[in-house]
T-cell receptor, first 118, second 111 residues
Framework: DAGVIQSPRHEVTEMGQEVTLRCKPI?????LFWYRQTMMRGLELLIY????????DSGMPEDRFSAKMPNASFSTLKIQPSEPRDSAVYFC????????????????FGPGTRLTVL | SQKIEQNSEALNIQEGKTATLTCNYT??????LQWYRQDPGRGPVFLLL?????KEKRKERLKVTFDTTLKQSLFHITASQPADSATYLC??????????FGAGTRLFVKA
């Protein structure tokens, strides 16, 4: 398996523009997580899905952020309109119950999308 | 408020020594705790999970302890190598599959 795939790897946009980040989880994983990482706040959970259904979106900073998972192999995180304070690295991670090693909730992270909003 | 604390300063050690990283938490009763490694420009990579009823777990040169009374986990790397240099994150389960990450500790191993 290629692991978790994210695109784009880098995104530079201007304030006010719409940004869409994409994620393909590992096949067979039934949990998908979106995180944001900054120097100031570390790695923050934004939202997570189970079997394509959003379970907890309490970490989504505000209504400008939305996430969807239309099927088991694809998810998007959208920011509209974007602001400079949204600049961060956004990670997608996937997991399955009891994990591949039987440990439970071992999360596999993608390479991240580095977003810069000017 | 709920909080996870890791050594905020970087840890510098000599090759061959044991590195010990600390993770303290308040106001949680996690069913398990995880440790991840993160290299610059990459996503975190899972290392170990320890459950609330386990006091210690080992994997090769790694050892994790979990004291639910002290609300603390210690992460040890024995016989450290320069290749172990990275940021190490602890992560707590806070209900369901929700996980909260600490800020991480940067480890530098000098040859």
């Amino acid at each position: 398996d290629a692991g978790v795939i994210q695109s784009p790897r880098h995104e530079v946009t201007e304030m006010g523009q719409e940004v869409t980040l994409r994620c393909k989880p590992i096949s067979g994983h039934d949990y998908l997580f979106w995180y944001r990482q900054t120097m100031m706040r570390g790695l923050e959970l934004l939202i997570y899905f189970n079997n394509n259904v959003p379970i907890d979106d309490s970490g989504m900073p505000e209504d400008r952020f939305s996430a969807k998972m239309p099927n088991a192999s694809f998810s998007t995180l959208k920011i509209q309109p974007s602001e400079p304070r949204d600049s961060a690295v956004y990670f997608c991670a996937s997991s399955q119950l009891w994990g591949t090693s039987g440990e439970g909730n071992e999360q596999f992270f993608g390479p991240g999308t580095r977003l810069t909003v000017l | 408020s709920q909080k996870i604390e890791q050594n905020s300063e970087a840890l510098n050690i000599q090759e061959g020594k044991t590195a010990t990283l600390t993770c303290n938490y308040t106001n949680y009763s996690p069913a398990y705790l995880q440790w991840y490694r993160q290299d610059p420009g990459r996503g975190p990579v899972f290392l170990l999970l320890i459950r609330e009823n386990e006091k210690e777990k080992r994997k090769e040169r790694l050892k994790v302890t979990f004291d639910t009374t002290l609300k603390q986990s210690l992460f040890h790397i024995t016989a450290s190598q320069p290749a172990d240099s990275a940021t190490y994150l602890c992560a707590l389960e806070t209900g369901g599959f929700k996980t909260i990450f600490g800020a991480g500790t940067r480890l530098f191993v000098k040859a």
